[in-house]
């Protein structure tokens, strides 16, 4: 069953569905506004209930992102972010938080440039328990995918309003952890979230897969979350965390963690509420 | 020996050896395989053939002339240099090859919106002059940086009916122009067609925007048979995403006595790291779609690309030319800032002919080879565009007001 699973992120998921608990998913970009921000973040997160971290890897051209977290990719390379960094602060992490499930989230490139082997090997050994690579669709996913699974992480993929069924049935066989669902068309932190449309995905999606379903891209706040989550296992909150850090540069980052805390309470326990 | 089928690539999936692909967010999928489904029905159609060939004869003016530049290659001393003339096309480049194609394409798929990505300005003319002709809305992505280095087209494309976009992110250039472009068809995918301008971007693109382009290559090969009576010894193009340049390569890969070179963005000079010269300086990497060489750092960030000529100021390249590249079927040579505008003032004043910035990097190259060759040889050089667009930015260097 999920709850033995050795991966935090099916461990945590399994234990939450057993609760009959959401997820909370939260989305910052390592390094943003500054390096020394991003680890009292993560430990600010967790104390206010996020399940599971997933850490935006800053890339020169993240393609799929609105305006807001393009922002805060341009901030942490501004600072000297980078995927060996973002390994690193993990690994840094790790030594005071052996619990919380960490994904990076990012581009193809930059895990090119390292080598999928040697990615996935430091990766499983800095303490990430999953990889969205945002740019690779399970059609150019193949030699990725074996060197996860030699290291033990899970490969999560995203599935979009424009899925087809067949498509989806596909990606779902291979896909671990989670299946993201893209909650709208659009870039990351857009404005146009449909939640009854979100609803029917999700509910056709259960059709296809055991696996939990968590749903991104236009949450906002407790409201939405809570809206999403009726359907989903779990809401990502992204875009409003991210504007909150570039809004604070420069600051403590212990303000700027307790300042994170803040935003994330009212999402965590509108979630609770379901 | 075997010799290889240079025809056959790309393969079902979009691959050119382990170059080119599908590297998208999963909501574009979907896209991209109706593009796949449609183009793949309709590129042996004779009626879609029919209309493309009635297009290029009618309102682009083909087939361009093949024009022997006697004095030029006189003055160069060695191989008799033929240009093509895609300068003098309807838009004034060749990139109106390639959107008559994929307007062509959006009609069939029923959508009323297009848009593009521009570096130059010249594929956003192009864009525009197309959208305007079916009555299409068009906006058109260009960089900040571009809109202020080619405000001739931008005011051309707002004459023609389309919206210019500025880009302010990254580096205001053409790849965050491409990046706006993906951002935007991502959210306006049911009812918008992106109208790529160069063969680079996910598979179908490269491949489709290839088909359309090697036009070029399939008139030059027959008109140097009926002018020379013989196939040439060399063909010479510029990069930057490369389209102008598999154009015309692509009609004579099964040739083999025919060299070709594909000449890259130099910038300030290979050594200064201040160029847009990705096959030449660059290493394999994954941007817009494909598999492809990338000018990035050790990190695997796309570094900042320079170049005089805005329409070859791009850190990537067509997944073909990466390809050729590797099989060393193409030379790829890159030619510097200061070669390129001198070429650019040569052709004018001995020939009469003003060539865009991007093409007098094809032109320099092509002197450096003719003088290497004796006179019974012959280079084929694509004058892939006119120059009036770089008379401002020539100016400009010549401290002019104009």
């Known amino acids: 069953m999920a709850s033995q699973s050795t991966n935090r992120i099916n461990r945590r998921l399994g234990d939450l569905r057993a609760q009959g608990r959401k997820a909370l998913i939260t989305y910052i970009v390592c390094g943003d506004p500054d390096l020394d921000a991003t680890i009292p973040a993560m430990h600010a997160l967790v104390r206010q209930g996020a399940d599971i971290i997933e850490l935006g890897v800053a890339f020169s051209d993240p393609m799929a992102e609105g305006p807001v977290i393009q922002r805060g990719h341009e901030r942490a390379l501004a600072k000297g972010a980078s995927l060996r960094r973002t390994l690193e602060l993990v690994n840094t992490f790790r030594k005071t938080d052996s619990d919380t499930p960490l994904v990076l989230m990012g581009y193809a490139n930059p895990i090119e440039r390292m080598g999928y082997g040697e990615f996935a090997r430091a990766a499983a050994e800095a303490g990430v328990d999953g990889l969205l690579t945002v740019d690779l669709p399970p059609e150019e996913a193949a030699a990725l995918n074996r060197e996860l699974q030699a290291a033990a992480i899970e490969n999560i993929f995203l599935l979009a309003p424009t899925t087809s069924r067949e498509r989806a049935e596909q990606i779902a066989s291979l896909a671990g952890g989670f299946l993201y669902y893209v909650s709208l068309k659009g870039v990351t932190g857009a404005g146009h979230l449909d939640v009854d449309d979100v609803r029917h995905k999700v509910d056709a999606l259960r059709e296809l897969t055991e696996l939990p379903i968590c749903v991104g891209f236009g949450i906002k706040d407790a409201a939405s979350a809570k809206a999403i989550a009726a359907s989903a296992d779990g809401a990502v909150v992204g875009s409003v965390l991210v504007d909150y850090m570039g809004s604070r540069a420069g600051a403590d980052a212990a303000a700027v963690a307790e300042g994170l805390a803040q935003l994330v309470a009212p999402i965590r326990a509108g979630l609770d509420e379901l | ?402």
């Not at chain 2, 029923?110 to 079916?134: D, M, P, Y």
């Not at chain 2, 070859?312 to 510097?336: C, F, I, S």
């Not at chain 2, 004796?374 to 006119?386: F, H, Q, Y």
């Open chain 2, 1 to 402: 020996m075997q010799t290889i089928d240079y025809r056959s690539v790309p393969d079902a999936r979009g691959h050119f050896g382990p170059y080119g692909g599908k590297f998208v967010s999963e909501t574009l999928m979907p896209a991209l395989q109706e593009l796949e489904e449609i183009y793949q029905r309709l590129k042996n159609d004779s009626t879609f053939l029919a209309e493309f060939d009635r297009d290029m004869a009618h309102y682009v003016g083909r087939p361009s002339p093949l024009y022997l530049a006697e004095r030029w290659s006189r003055e160069v001393g060695g191989a008799q240099i033929y240009l093509k003339r895609e300068d003098l096309n309807h838009t004034g480049a060749h990139k109106v090859n390639n959107t008559i194609g994929q307007a062509l394409l959006a009609k069939h798929t029923g959508k009323r919106r297009v848009i593009a990505e521009t570096g130059a300005g010249q594929h956003g003319v192009a864009s525009a002059t197309v959208a305007a002709r079916l009555g299409l809305e068009c906006q058109v992505f260009m960089g900040a940086e571009d809109v202020k280095r080619q405000a001739l087209n931008v005011y051309r494309m707002k004459l023609l009916g389309a919206e210019v976009v500025p880009v302010t992110s990254g580096s205001r250039t053409l790849k965050d122009a491409m990046n706006e472009a993906m951002r935007d068809w991502v959210t306006n995918v049911d009812d918008t067609f992106y109208i790529i301008g160069t063969v680079a971007g996910p598979h179908p693109y490269p491949q489709l925007v290839r088909d359309f382009q090697s036009i070029i290559g399939r008139e030059a090969r027959q008109q140097c048979l009926q002018q020379s009576g013989r196939l040439p010894d060399a063909l010479v193009a510029c990069v930057g995403g490369g389209s102008n340049a598999i154009g015309l390569f692509h009609p004579f890969l099964q040739d083999a006595g025919v060299a070709m070179y594909g000449v890259e963005a130099g910038g300030l000079g290979l050594h200064s790291g201040k160029h847009a010269a990705p096959l030449s300086d660059g290493v394999p990497g994954v941007l817009h779609g494909n598999r492809t060489y990338l000018m990035e750092d050790e990190d695997g960030q796309i570094i900042e690309t320079h170049s005089v000529s805005a329409g070859l100021d791009y850190p990537g390249v067509g997944p073909e030319h990466a390809w050729l590249k590797d099989m060393k079927r193409v030379e790829y040579v890159a030619v510097n800032d200061d070669e390129a505008l001198a070429a650019f003032r040569k052709l004018t004043r001995v020939e009469g002919i003003m060539p865009a910035l991007e093409s007098s990097h094809a032109l320099a190259y092509a002197e450096k080879l003719a003088r290497q060759m004796p006179a019974d040889k012959t280079i084929v050089v694509n004058l892939s565009g006119r120059g009036d667009k770089d008379i401002l930015t020539v100016a400009d260097i010549d401290g002019i007001e104009v």
